[in-house]
């Protein structure tokens, strides 16, 4: 029985198993589908053949949460039983290319339930908190950004300031939404869909930035995102637009299928760029990093396949002066949050953490997830990632089944667009 403290308890525990159990093995991949609140989330639970010691990964992708459940239950659970846990880097790489065809969210998101689970366990072997097995903490603590919208200008100040007074420090504002433009009347004989008109943000949030700076001052940083809702030309005009502004970061100004674009967007302006929500693979945004065409890497890590390829990713952008800002809205679990944090930590180039505030369900379903402290989110000091979870609490909150609605976008004229 491993007898390893669990993540509510403050003293570090020596680790059990360093002489007695030198390599245990992957006993079983259990698969958790919950919905806490409005995100589906997928939590991997992989079990050893040592009594008590197992590891937490997140595998969500919300949209399609029965996909992941099936690719898991099928595939990389029967692969991946039996191999030794300190493993990591050939499980991943023979989870991505044993089914020959590799790559996508759906395969990456469940090697990522599977490679986050492994490093909790090797930290909870090594009885260190993750961080501290890739080299320790450079800051004590992560420095996040918070989402605040409104219907109109004024409300988006209200908001930001009612976080301000919480002590955050770094503001993502939006007006109407990640839309920006209010919805038109569309033409007969028009399907249904979530209607926007994207042109309007080429006036409507320049007009916003200034009244921010305005109201809120010069202190506080402001972060924008575009969720490439934009014809590449008018995200060119929209970044120069908005440089006076001084934003920390623009978000998602093009979509992946647009990047050729990025290298207009550096010529005309200074605006700091963020991109990388929707990429499936480090090599899709190399290049961008390479050629110094962003300033922030902002993938979702279970996307990626989990924490092990986005460490890699981190220490290329390193060399080429590009920060880390990890995803991390409500549809990634607790404890793909709880990676983030460890990785914000310990990778000398980070640069801020997205963070969504959580209910109180979630955490009573995660026991030890991380909270936010006058700006700061702290990791706790308990091996592995420091985080637990409650199957059976879990098991209360099942998944709706209904197939999202909003990324049904359409332009005012009918036409569907990228969400
Ligand atoms: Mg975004």
Redesign the pocket.
């Known amino acids: 029985m491993w007898t390893g403290a669990s993540p509510r308890s403050s003293a570090r525990p020596a680790s059990p198993f360093r002489r007695a159990v030198a390599h245990p093995a992957i006993k079983n991949v259990d698969v958790h589908l919950t919905q806490p609140g409005g995100s589906r989330l997928i939590v991997v639970k992989v079990q050893t053949d040592v009594d008590g010691l197992y590891g937490l990964g997140c595998a969500t992708f919300t949209q399609r949460h029965r996909a992941v459940e099936s690719a898991l239950r099928s595939h990389i659970g029967p692969l991946v039983i039996g191999r030794d846990v300190h493993q990591i880097e050939d499980i991943w790489q023979t989870s991505m290319v044993n089914g020959y065809w590799r790559n996508g969210p759906v395969l990456n998101n469940a090697i990522s339930g599977v490679d986050m689970a492994l490093w909790d366990i090797k930290g909870k072997l090594a009885g260190m908190p993750c961080y501290e097995l890739w080299g320790g903490k450079c800051r004590p603590a992560a420095a996040v950004y918070t989402h605040a919208d409104g219907r109109d200008e004024n409300e988006v100040v209200a908001n930001a300031r009612r976080f301000m007074d919480q002590g955050y420090r770094f503001i993502r504002c939006q007006i109407g939404g990640y839309a920006g433009g209010a919805a038109r009347t569309p033409p007969d004989d028009a399907l249904p869909g979530d209607y926007f008109a994207p042109r309007e943000k080429l006036h409507r949030i320049p007009k916003l930035f200034e009244h921010l700076r305005h109201e809120l001052g010069e202190e506080v940083e402001l972060l924008h ?1 575009v ?1 490439e809702r934009l014809a590449p030309i008018d995200a060119v005009w929209l970044a120069k637009a908005l440089e006076p502004y001084r934003l920390f970061f623009l ?2 100004i093009l979509a992946p299928e647009d990047i050729e674009w990025f290298t207009q967007v550096r010529a005309v302006c200074a605006t700091p760029l963020a991109m990388g ?1 929707l990429f499936n693979h480090p090599r899709e945004i190399t290049p961008l990093v390479a050629q110094r065409l962003i300033d922030f890497i ?1 993938v979702h890590p279970s996307q990626l396949g989990g924490v092990t390829p986005c460490l890699k990713l981190a220490n290329v952008c390193a060399a080429f002066g590009v920060r880390t800002a990890w ?1 991390g ?1 409500g549809d990634v679990s607790p404890v793909g949050m709880a990676a983030n944090i460890h990785m914000d930590v310990a990778c000398h180039n980070f640069g801020i953490q997205e963070w969504a505030t959580r209910s109180a369900l979630e955490y009573d379903m995660f026991p030890g997830f991380a909270q936010v402290r006058d700006g700061y989110v702290y990791p706790n000091d308990q091996p592995g990632w420091g985080i637990d979870f409650d199957a059976a609490l879990a098991a209360r909150y099942p998944c709706d089944e209904e197939n999202p609605e909003w990324t049904v976008s359409r332009l005012p004229d009918g036409t569907l667009a990228r969400p």
């Open positions: 995102d969720h978000e998602d929500e902002r995803h809205p």
